[in-house]
């Protein structure tokens, strides 16, 4: 079975850093793009950033860029998304995906 375990979230005030960590276990091979998505209470799930399997193509949503970086470590088959100058409206429960395959979230919750 395919497994996502994600991890890392927690309580930071604003301008704070997070680093959410996703331990993927269940595939052959590392031949697959992660994303992770979040949703914050009362709003729809948002994609939030990708990357490509060999790491050298990432996506991010405008609302994180400059500020969250996507890796991978394919060794390890973790993937990370580093999380810096949070704000507030970056508050939501974080979950990392692999095609249909969906973790567990971890919630994040920034203060101001």
């Known amino acids: 079975d395919v497994q996502l375990q994600a991890s890392g979230g927690g309580l930071v005030q604003a301008g704070g850093s997070l680093r959410l960590s996703c331990t993927i276990s269940g595939f052959k091979g590392d031949n697959y793009a992660i994303g992770w998505f979040r949703q914050a209470p009362g709003k729809e799930r948002e994609g939030v950033s990708g990357i490509n399997p060999s790491g050298d193509s990432t996506y991010y949503v405008d609302s994180v860029k400059g500020r969250f970086t996507t890796s991978r470590d394919n060794a390890k088959s973790t993937h990370y998304l580093q999380m810096n100058t949070l704000k507030p409206e970056d508050t939501a429960v974080y979950y990392c995906?692999?095609?249909?395959?969906w973790g567990q979230g971890t919630q994040v919750t920034v203060s101001s």
């Open positions: 995906i692999v095609g249909v395959n």
